[in-house]
């Protein structure tokens, strides 16, 4: 296997943007051949392709996508495909900074609709010529990208089989519509021709924006093979003569995203993206790459760790010292409820976003009157500037008699940073952690702040896991074991459910003890997870954010990776718009989700909007009496 195969089956990659339309804004028109300029303006090729890996590019494209002889023949260059393509790859190498390489190869210009067998004949043999001279020079992979016709794209596969058959190869198709231009056929289709013709990766790239393209990747991750999307920075509007694309970079990352989560293995930008879309992706594929690989005396620490005897005791290889664990039940008030099979609830409230805490104090304490006395607190929720999670709980323990959930993402700390946090909020008295891997900056107000991702919510799972058992994420015994109750998410209404329930297992073998999901409106998506959920034994406490309008629900579903909002619930919504009205439906349907899965889940898990604890006092009204009761465990 290659390289680049390698380094795909352990994390999502990501490509470069547009080159033509990079050229365009710099003044050269389409009269001119953008592949010929690899010669004559060799420079300007080379600083785009140093912006993209700037940008965070792991694969640069040649600019060599029309470099075919009949294309390059139009502009009478037809006699240097050969000087045309080796240019090209040496220019993407030389500025890639050990980026992949791949050889672009776009369709040949001829219409296969509607030619006779010699034009298609000479089409083939003109791009096979391509294909040769790209495989002599030192790239990476082929892709095959902005094809109409899938019977060229064959022929072209078939093209790079027999002349560059160590080559990995990307194929993709532009679609409109949902399905392929000619012939109209389905994704999941199409991929399979592709992959039966010897594509190592199947995609589409082109024709239409994120959205369109997202449900084109979401059909074709189905057949098996990885799946690779480049969309348009949605469709162009002429203006004074000029293609001006106006999708923004922030709406690129978030489809980037939710791509990812649907099984999406690599993600780029066509016509009218620039390094700033690719960049916006760039946190994206760190958060869903976060985890591919970790040092070998961490991964000691966490297979010794799950060595845990009939007494309690887990014994590290490591250091051959015995460590005994704290009983779930006596880490927390939440943990003896869970132990004990208790309904357990918690409200979810967003620190400050300054340095007065007076308003938030003041709701915990509302909190605490209706009852509810475990309040979990988000760590930047949406990439957004507030104050220290961390801070806000230690002062919540001083002044109320909470008990705190304390959210520790994975975005903002290095190994080193994320172990100093943890030990940090045990000693402050926090006992009780979500793990989550973390929304990426460029969804929130700092788009221009770095993600780390040293780790994903796998990796801090097994720290903090660790950590319990007595040993740091070196093998190093600690001076006082930790006793957090370790909670992490799950996404019921995931695109990619068997994803998510493998996802689920690995957090459970990482050490997770408790599963908090996201919000749900399906309640037939919710029944399904939960059963096939229920092998693993876990406690799951149901995620509940009632909907405050009819445009919040359409947000919701449209732009949050992870959230589905059937149309029976937003028609729900739009017949009664947004006001107080608005947000009595929105806590009636969190109400109906909440009743029909009490005897089935181990608690709630509320997230009411604007901190409006009165919403969530409202939902708890069909429990009231019955497995929970206000205060009736909360000492």
Same mark, same amino acid.
């Given at each position: 296997?290659?390289?680049?195969?390698?380094?795909?089956?352990?994390?999502?990659?990501?490509?470069?943007?547009?080159?033509?339309?990079?050229?365009?804004?710099?003044?050269?028109?389409?009269?001119?051949?953008?592949?010929?300029?690899?010669?004559?303006?060799?420079?300007?090729?080379?600083?785009?392709?140093?912006?993209?890996?700037?940008?965070?590019?792991?694969?640069?494209?040649?600019?060599?996508?029309?470099?075919?002889?009949?294309?390059?023949?139009?502009?009478?260059?037809?006699?240097?495909?050969?000087?045309?393509?080796?240019?090209?790859?040496?220019?993407?190498?030389?500025?890639?900074?050990?980026?992949?390489?791949?050889?672009?190869?776009?369709?040949?210009?001829?219409?296969?609709?509607?030619?006779?067998?010699?034009?298609?004949?000479?089409?083939?043999?003109?791009?096979?010529?391509?294909?040769?001279?790209?495989?002599?020079?030192?790239?990476?992979?082929?892709?095959?990208?902005?094809?109409?016709?899938?019977?060229?794209?064959?022929?072209?596969?078939?093209?790079?089989?027999?002349?560059?058959?160590?080559?990995?190869?990307?194929?993709?198709?532009?679609?409109?519509?949902?399905?392929?231009?000619?012939?109209?056929?389905?994704?999941?289709?199409? +991929?399979? &021709?592709?992959?039966? /013709? !010897? #594509?190592?990766?199947?995609? *589409?790239?082109? @024709?239409?924006?994120?959205? =369109?393209?997202?449900?084109?990747?979401?059909?074709?991750?189905?057949?098996?093979?990885?799946?690779?999307?480049?969309?348009?920075?949605?469709?162009?509007?002429?203006?004074?003569?000029?293609?001006?694309?106006?999708?923004?970079?922030?709406?690129?990352?978030?489809?980037?995203?939710?791509?990812?989560?649907?099984?999406?293995?690599?993600?780029?930008?066509?016509?009218?993206?620039?390094?700033?879309?690719?960049?916006?992706?760039?946190? +994206?594929? &760190?958060?869903?790459? /976060? !985890? #591919?690989?970790?040092?070998? *005396?961490?991964? @000691?620490?966490?297979?010794? =760790?799950?060595?845990?005897?009939?007494?309690?005791?887990?014994?590290?290889?490591?250091?051959?010292?015995?460590?005994?664990?704290?009983?779930?039940?006596?880490?927390?008030?939440?943990?003896?409820?869970?132990?004990?099979?208790?309904?357990?609830?918690?409200?979810?409230?967003?620190?400050?976003?300054?340095?007065?805490?007076?308003?938030?104090?003041?709701?915990?304490?509302?909190?605490?009157?209706?009852?509810?006395?475990?309040?979990?607190?988000?760590?930047?929720?949406? /990439?957004?500037?507030?104050?220290?999670?961390?801070?806000?709980?230690?002062?919540?323990?001083?002044?109320?008699?909470?008990?705190?959930?304390?959210?520790?993402?994975?975005?903002?700390?290095?190994?080193?940073?994320?172990?100093?946090?943890?030990?940090?909020?045990?000693?402050?008295?926090?006992?009780?952690?979500?793990?989550?891997?973390?929304?990426?900056?460029?969804?929130?107000?700092?788009?221009?702040?770095?993600?780390?991702?040293?780790?994903?919510?796998?990796?801090?799972?097994?720290?903090?896991?660790?950590?319990?058992?007595?040993?740091?994420?070196?093998?190093?015994?600690?001076?006082?074991?930790?006793?957090?109750?370790?909670?992490?998410?799950?996404?019921?209404?995931?695109?990619?459910?068997?994803?998510?329930?493998?996802?689920?297992?690995?957090?459970?073998?990482?050490?997770?003890?408790?599963?908090?999901?996201?919000?749900?409106?399906?309640?037939?998506?919710?029944?399904?997870?939960?059963?096939?959920?229920?092998?693993?034994?876990?406690?799951?406490?149901?995620?509940?954010?009632?909907?405050?309008?009819?445009?919040?629900?359409?947000?919701?579903?449209?732009?949050?990776?992870?959230?589905?909002?059937?149309?029976?619930?937003?028609?729900?919504?739009?017949?009664?718009?947004?006001?107080?009205?608005?947000?009595?439906?929105?806590?009636?349907?969190?109400?109906?989700?909440?009743?029909?899965?009490?005897?089935?889940?181990?608690?709630?898990?509320?997230?009411?909007?604007?901190?409006?604890?009165?919403?969530?006092?409202?939902?708890?009204?069909?429990?009231?009496?019955?497995?929970?009761?206000?205060?009736?465990?909360?000492?």
């Amino acid at each position: 296997m290659s390289r680049f195969l390698d380094t795909l089956a352990a994390r999502p990659l990501l490509f470069d943007g547009a080159m033509g339309s990079m050229l365009y804004e710099s003044g050269v028109f389409h009269t001119h051949s953008y592949d010929e300029l690899n010669l004559s303006r060799p420079e300007l090729i080379a600083d785009i392709h140093r912006q993209y890996r700037a940008a965070g590019a792991d694969i640069l494209e040649t600019n060599t996508f029309g470099a075919n002889r009949l294309m390059l023949s139009r502009y009478g260059h037809g006699n240097l495909v050969g000087e045309i393509n080796r240019a090209g790859v040496a220019l993407a190498r030389s500025a890639g900074d050990g980026a992949f390489i791949a050889g672009s190869v776009g369709p040949s210009g001829v219409d296969f609709t509607s030619v006779g067998a010699d034009e298609r004949s000479a089409a083939i043999d003109s791009l096979r010529e391509q294909i040769e001279v790209l495989a002599s020079t030192d790239i990476d992979l082929l892709i095959f990208e902005t094809f109409h016709s899938i019977d060229e794209l064959q022929a072209a596969l078939s093209s790079a089989r027999d002349v560059a058959a160590s080559l990995p190869s990307i194929a993709q198709l532009v679609f409109e519509s949902g399905t392929s231009i000619d012939g109209r056929i389905a994704p999941e289709d199409v +991929a399979q &021709r592709l992959i039966a /013709a !010897g #594509a190592d990766v199947v995609g *589409a790239n082109c @024709g239409s924006g994120p959205p =369109e393209l997202y449900e084109v990747g979401r059909r074709m991750v189905a057949a098996g093979a990885p799946v690779s999307i480049q969309p348009n920075a949605g469709l162009p509007s002429f203006v004074d003569g000029r293609s001006l694309y106006i999708t923004n970079p922030e709406h690129f990352g978030v489809f980037a995203r939710r791509m990812l989560k649907s099984g999406v293995r690599l993600i780029g930008g066509c016509c009218g993206t620039t390094p700033e879309h690719v960049r916006s992706m760039l946190g +994206a594929i &760190r958060m869903m790459g /976060a !985890g #591919a690989s970790r040092p070998t *005396a961490i991964a @000691g620490v966490y297979e010794t =760790e799950r060595n845990v005897g009939p007494d309690g005791v887990s014994t590290s290889l490591a250091t051959g010292a015995p460590t005994a664990l704290v009983p779930l039940a006596d880490r927390s008030r939440l943990g003896r409820r869970i132990a004990g099979g208790e309904f357990a609830v918690s409200v979810e409230l967003s620190a400050p976003s300054g340095t007065n805490t007076d308003a938030a104090l003041a709701q915990i304490r509302s909190a605490l009157a209706a009852g509810i006395d475990v309040i979990n607190v988000a760590d930047g929720p949406r /990439a957004t500037s507030r104050m220290s999670n961390m801070a806000f709980c230690a002062g919540a323990i001083a002044t109320t008699a909470a008990e705190p959930i304390l959210h520790v993402c994975c975005r903002d700390r290095n190994y080193l940073g994320l172990v100093a946090h943890l030990l940090g909020a045990h000693a402050l008295g926090i006992r009780n952690l979500v793990v989550i891997t973390g929304d990426p900056p460029k969804m929130g107000d700092y788009p221009f702040a770095t993600p780390v991702y040293d780790v994903d919510s796998i990796g801090l799972l097994e720290i903090a896991s660790a950590m319990n058992a007595g040993f740091d994420p070196t093998g190093k015994q600690l001076d006082g074991a930790t006793s957090f109750v370790l909670a992490t998410g799950a996404e019921p209404a995931a695109a990619d459910r068997d994803r998510e329930l493998e996802r689920l297992a690995s957090k459970q073998a990482a050490g997770a003890e408790l599963v908090m999901t996201q919000p749900v409106y399906d309640p037939q998506t919710l029944a399904s997870f939960l059963e096939d959920a229920a092998p693993l034994g876990l406690p799951i406490m149901v995620g509940l954010l009632p909907l405050a309008s009819s445009r919040n629900a359409e947000f919701l579903h449209h732009e949050v990776p992870g959230m589905q909002i059937p149309q029976a619930i937003r028609d729900r919504m739009a017949r009664v718009g947004s006001g107080p009205a608005g947000r009595a439906e929105g806590i009636a349907i969190a109400r109906e989700a909440l009743d029909g899965v009490q005897g089935s889940v181990a608690g709630a898990y509320i997230m009411p909007p604007f901190n409006r604890i009165d919403s969530a006092v409202a939902i708890l009204d069909v429990v009231r009496g019955g497995r929970w009761s206000p205060g009736s465990t909360s000492n």
